[in-house]
Nanobody, 122 residues
Framework: QVQLVESGGGLVQAGDSLRLSCAAS????????MGWFRQAPGKEREFVAA????????NYADSVKGRFTISRDGAKNTVYLQMNSLKAEDTALYYC???????????????WGQGTQVTVSS
């Protein structure tokens, strides 16, 4: 079991940057594949970014490629999402997720956080 707590969301203007953090409980953080997802009002939850256990392999949704960066810090049991050049369409509730075994861009993650709201005004 792992518990995930997101933070760092807020209200920003288009073009600004934010860094989201996701703190994981437990001593097995390094064994999980980590991902970020988002859900805008009236839309389905969608993949944003994922990172493998060692932090060496990363994947991004086309809509955020070149603007967002996912990273993880094993010493702090934390995964980050650095978001630059934010757009109004990035407005959503952002979720952190952990997968025991599968490296995927789908929703097949085993554990989810409660989410942190990001609102980008144009």
């Amino acid at each position: 079991q792992v518990q995930l707590v997101e933070s760092g969301g807020g209200l920003v203007q288009a073009g600004d940057s934010l860094r989201l953090s996701c703190a994981a409980s437990g001593r097995t953080f390094s064994t999980y594949i980590m991902g970020w997802f988002r859900q805008a009002p009236g839309k389905e939850r969608e993949f944003v970014a994922a990172v493998n256990r060692g932090g060496t392999n990363k994947n991004y949704a086309d809509s955020v490629k070149g603007r967002f960066t996912i990273s993880r810090d094993g010493a702090k049991n934390t995964v980050y999402l650095q978001m630059n050049s934010l757009k109004a369409e990035d407005t959503a509730l952002y979720y952190c997720a952990a997968s025991r075994d599968i490296y995927t861009t789908t929703l097949l993650y085993d554990f989810w956080g409660q989410g942190t709201q990001v609102t980008v005004s144009s």
